[in-house]
């Protein structure tokens, strides 16, 4: 049997306190909730031009929420609907969205809810603001959601400018 003395079981120790710290840290960053939910427009709901997106739920620190809009039959392109600064009071957010010009009457439109990380946000800013500034709003592919938070859908027809 091997003996130690006390300098190496003080260092053993730290080895073990730091090692429970890293556990006990990792655990409570993945135990931070993350849900968002629609509350208007429901689904099938009539819209016109523009319409006011309401949402809540619970997002970890550094999370943006982030209200995108694409016509149901564009695979692939979506449209971000501003800037991830949608008028938050608690824990519920609104934003108004824009659902396309006159040749997309009585399209279903889909809108989606996603919630980003630090860098896609400071990435998704950039194109919004850079888009605004030239007046060019071109769609994109949606970012990848953080992890461990679903985003949310929900379908809508157009039938006014």
Partial sequence: MRRFD?????????????ISVGVATATVGLAETCTVRIRTPN????????????????????????VFVHRED???QWWPQGTSAARQR????????????????????EIVIIVVGKEANAQLEA???RAAKEEKYTPRRLPNPIQGCA????????ISN
């Fill in 6 to 18: 006390t300098m190496t079981c003080v260092a053993y120790l730290r080895i073990l306190v730091a």
């Fill in 127 to 129: 194109e919004t603001e």
């Fill in 90 to 109: 608690g824990k519920s957010w609104r934003k108004t969205v824009y659902y396309g010009g006159e040749q997309d009457r009585n399209r279903e439109f």
């Fill in 151 to 158: 985003p949310e859908y929900v379908i809508v027809k157009k």
């Fill in 43 to 66: 689904p099938n709901d009539k819209v016109g031009l523009e319409g006011t997106v309401m949402f809540e739920g619970e997002l970890p620190a550094d999370a943006f929420p982030w």
């Fill in 74 to 76: 564009l695979d692939n």
